[in-house]
């Protein structure tokens, strides 16, 4: 007979900065109810600069950090240092469940040492499709074998429920959640700190109208992306009014292009990456988002912004639908003819504010806490953690 552990431990495993911001509100929720769960937070360390601003931002408290971070390791490295040094933590901590987000290789290879070890998986932001295999890569494989390995599903949108149905997942085990990236974001606008980077940039790009990029996927390294920074380039050059900031991603492929296609230009502002709070604010202010993030393809709906989306298929064609974002594709003219559309004809992005937000209302956190307590509280528990584990 299984001894009912009281409060329920729930383990989150993260390494990316989307992760922290999309984890962060459902933490929060957790530690905010001792009586039903404890909450074990851990890093893995897939990403290391990029990650502990968000970690110390969102006050999350890491209890373990599996440090796998090597310079230019593979996914197959990433994944095979995750199981090794993952297990040990779930042996230890024996929890009653493992959260992960999103489509990592940390969050794929979490799953799967949980699943090896008999412990209940919670994914959150699950039935993201891009449908092509190789792009968002790995990214979209990961997120089919973490549905595979899952055995709860919290879905931000309806569509993304349809899509775990056609796969055969049971309708019980999903959960239509909203996205927490839009409680993160909200929960960072209402604090409206001073931000003196950002401040000197609004200032000298006062009464223009500013593009905001972001691009840094492997899928757009190479001709692709030279070719839109260059139409971007030439867009700015092309009309006064307009002004581009980009934060550059740390990833030295990226630096490169940007420092020698874009450096020079009184209108073009480059800076290192931003925090969360920077990047928001600087998003509210933009007159045109152009980024192929996938977090970016969500803020942007949230904020009413925007979006060109850079990248050949999407797996949030929400935000395609609700009429804020529009597909590049591959083809950096495609870039240049949607600009010129763009600011000759300014209904679309004066229109873009008004429309509902596909990814929810920012209650996200709440519910999946709610959809926990109730799960780990209820007579379908099966306890499959330590129970099972112990008995094998
Ligand atoms: N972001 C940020 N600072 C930046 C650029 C991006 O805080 O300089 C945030 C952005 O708001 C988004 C997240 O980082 O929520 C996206 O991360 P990334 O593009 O690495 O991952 P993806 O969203 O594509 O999975």
Not at 11 to 28: S, W
Request: net charge negative.
């Amino acid at each position: 007979m299984s001894i009912p552990k009281s409060p329920h431990k729930i383990l989150t495993l993260f390494g990316t900065r989307p992760e922290v911001i999309k984890l962060a509100p459902v933490i929060r929720e957790l530690e905010g109810r001792p009586q039903i769960f404890r909450t074990i937070n851990v890093a893995s360390g897939q990403h290391a600069e990029l990650f502990h601003p968000f970690v110390r931002l969102f006050d999350i408290r890491i209890d373990h950090n599996l440090e796998i971070m090597r310079e230019n390791q593979t996914p197959n490295q990433v994944c095979a240092r995750v199981l090794s040094e993952f297990e040990p933590i779930l042996a230890q901590q024996e929890p009653d469940l493992l959260l992960v987000q999103g489509d990592t290789t940390t969050a794929m290879a979490g799953a799967l040492t949980a699943f090896h070890r008999r412990i209940p998986v919670g994914h959150v932001e699950a039935g993201l499709r891009s449908g092509n295999v190789l792009s968002p890569y790995p990214e979209e494989m990961n997120r089919r074998l973490i549905t595979r390995l899952a055995t709860y599903h919290f879905a931000a949108t309806e569509h993304n429920r349809e899509t775990l149905l056609q796969e055969g997942i049971a309708a019980d085990s999903i959960f239509v959640t909203g996205n927490p990236v839009v409680d993160s974001l909200n929960a960072i606008l209402a604090r409206k700190p001073r931000l003196p980077r950002i401040e000197e940039i609004l200032s000298s790009t006062s009464g223009m109208k500013r593009i905001v990029l972001t691009t840094h996927r492997r899928e757009s390294f190479g001709e692709i992306m030279e070719g839109n920074l260059r139409v971007l380039r030439r867009f700015v050059e092309r009309h006064d009014g307009v002004a581009l900031i980009f934060p550059v991603h740390l990833n030295p492929a990226v630096v490169e292009k940007a420092k020698s296609i874009l450096s020079e230009h009184p209108r073009i502002h480059l800076t290192s990456p931003l925090g969360y709070e920077e990047f928001v604010f600087l998003l509210s202010q933009a007159w045109l988002i152009v980024s192929d993030s996938g977090g970016v393809q969500e803020e942007a709906p949230t904020l009413g912004k925007p979006l060109l989306i850079l990248r050949e298929n999407t797996e949030r064609p929400e935000a395609i639908q609700s009429g804020v974002a529009r597909l590049v594709g591959g083809d950096p003219l495609r870039l240049e003819e949607m600009l010129e559309e763009a600011i000759g004809d300014e209904s679309w992005i004066t229109k873009v504010g008004k429309t509902e937000n596909p990814f929810g209302c920012g209650d996200s956190g709440k519910r999946i806490c709610q959809i926990l307590e109730s799960l780990v509280t209820g007579p379908a528990w099966k306890g499959h953690g330590r129970t099972q584990t112990n008995a094998d």
